[in-house]
Structures are given as C-alpha cells and as structure tokens.
C-alpha cells in the first residue's frame, strides 16, 4: 500500500499534468480535439510568403518622393543595387522604368547566392510580403525553368534571406502593382557555360512584356581610392558593351558577374537581327556608400542603368 509520502508525489504529478481539475473547469479532452500538423498545413506553412523585413518601412514610405529619369529607348534589361542603403537608387530606378516600360508584367531577378545556399542555378516560387503589397512569383515561368532542371529550393525555404531579391522587390511592388516576379538565385562559382546556357534559355521564355534585371552592387570591401579605380573600369566596360570583361569581373567591380554571363548570352539570343555591339547601356546614377556617410576605408558602390 503507497504510503503518504508516495501519495503527495502521485498527486503532485497529476495536478501538473492535468489529471484533475476543479469541478467548474473540468473538460473531456479527446484524441480527435489535438490539432495535427498534416501534409496540407505543413504545405501551407511552408508556403508562406517571405517577410517583408528587407527594407525599413518608414525609408521606404519616404522614398516614394525620389524622381525618375527618363530612358531614351525601351529597355529589355537593368541592373540596379541590392544595397539598401542605397534605397533612393532603388526607387528612382524603378520609378524611371517605370517610365519607360508601364507594360511591364513580370520582371526575371538576377541575384547572386550570398549564402552558397542553392545548387549552382537555383529557384523560388514563394511570394513576397513587402510594405506595398504582397508580389507573387510567376508561376509559368518558374515551372518552365525548373523543367529546364534549375535546383527549386521552394520547400526549403533557402532563399528566405536573400536580400539580392528581397531588397528589390518592394519597390517593384510599389510601381508595377499587378507585376509578379521570377527570382533566379546564381552562385559565384557556376561555369560560364552554365551561365551561357541560362541567358539561352531565358531568350526563348521571356515575353514582350517582362524585363531581365540584375541585382548587383559594384565595388565591394576596398578603400575609397580603390573603388574609384575599379567603378571607372567597371563604366568603362558597360559603355563599350564589353560583356566578356564584366562576366569574369570579381567583387572588386561587381558581386555578381555570373549574371553578367547570362546576360550576355541573353543579349546575344534575344533578337536575331542585332549583335551585342548594336545594344547600348544607358547610366541612370552612380553612387557609393561614401555618399550615405559611410566609412571610407571599407566601400560598397552602386551603379544603375539599362540596356536598349
């Protein structure tokens, strides 16, 4: 027989486990009331949109007041900064394009893949949250890639926090308010060929009314002289249309030449009728981080333009 030692200790665990209750709270809990996370709600959850934590929302609202510039041509591609703290840039950027192309539907991202999270060329078909509204991914697009054998790292999440995306996209939001996006995710050390291969592609699938953009910051982690250097180089090489020059460029000119390398293949395919040569870079501005107060011993520049 359990003495009264053991007693107060199987009561003690029953009260903290719920076995008992006072009379005016006591309830039947079945198996069936438990909620489960099922394959449905383990979809659903999975596919949340991606917070909208990339840009301050107070910058951003203050940042509808910055000016376009007009663009002498239409425009089949841009690059503009990932950087926000450079936002100014974003929003002339798409505010200037906005502009020149209102037709645009659907914009194909460029980013790098900061973290090394993807599989050389990687995909996501989440949304994104952003203080303008939700932007959704096109699907067609998306699925025409990933049939084409690009990494879908959707499931995952992988790209959750990559902000040479989720940077661009509020502003997108904001300008183009039924636009969607595709963002296509390109570790640096992806082959040329494979880059080549991407730019291929995306001549084939991409309509009159989507624009390639590439989401690069130029110069990165040099002194102030330095970066002055390397961005006169870096004008240099997209005035003269010198594609295969920006391609094998490092982070001391753009951290993203990979997408310099589809871009150039892209260009190459896009129309049958016109060599690279024949396409021009128009600058839209030319920045730094020296320009927001920075320091000067460790510099980020920014460069944004389009291509007509």
Not at 76 to 104: C, T, W, Y
Request: negative net charge; proline residues 4%; contains cysteine.
């Amino acid at each position: 027989m359990p003495d009264i030692k053991h007693l107060s200790l199987i009561a003690l665990v029953c009260l903290s486990a719920g076995c008992f209750e006072p009379q005016d709270q006591a309830r039947t809990v079945s198996v069936n009331s438990v909620p489960r996370l099922t394959a449905a709600i383990n979809q659903s959850l999975q596919a949340e949109p991606i917070g909208g934590g990339f840009v301050d929302p107070a910058r951003f609202l203050a940042s509808d007041f910055a000016d376009h510039k007009n663009i002498s041509s239409k425009s089949v591609a841009g690059v503009v900064n990932h950087h926000v703290l450079a936002m100014d840039l974003l929003a002339e950027f798409f505010k200037s394009i906005k502009q020149s192309r209102p037709d645009i539907k659907t914009f194909i991202i460029l980013s790098p893949d900061h973290l090394s999270r993807g599989h050389g060329i990687s995909l996501s078909n989440l949304a994104y949250s952003t203080p303008a509204r939700t932007i959704l991914t096109n699907d067609d697009y998306f699925q025409n890639l990933k049939n084409l054998g690009y990494y879908d790292g959707t499931s995952a999440r992988l790209f959750e926090d990559e902000h040479g995306v989720g940077a661009l996209v509020p502003f997108i939001a904001r300008e183009f308010p039924s636009a969607d996006v595709v963002p296509v995710f390109l570790r640096s050390d992806i082959s040329l060929k494979q880059a080549h291969q991407l730019g291929q592609n995306l001549a084939l699938l991409i309509s009159g009314d989507s624009m390639l953009i590439i989401s690069s910051d130029m110069s990165h982690s040099l002194d102030s002289n330095k970066a002055s250097v390397r961005d006169e180089q870096t004008l240099g090489w997209l005035e003269n249309m010198d594609l295969d020059r920006l391609k094998i460029a490092t982070d001391a000119n753009t951290d993203s030449g990979a997408s310099f390398a589809v871009l150039a293949a892209y260009l190459a395919d896009l129309d049958s009728e016109k060599q690279i040569s024949d396409y021009a870079f128009q600058l839209l501005s030319h920045k730094s981080s020296l320009d927001y107060n920075q320091d000067p011993g460790n510099v980020t520049t920014y460069i944004t333009g389009v291509w007509y």
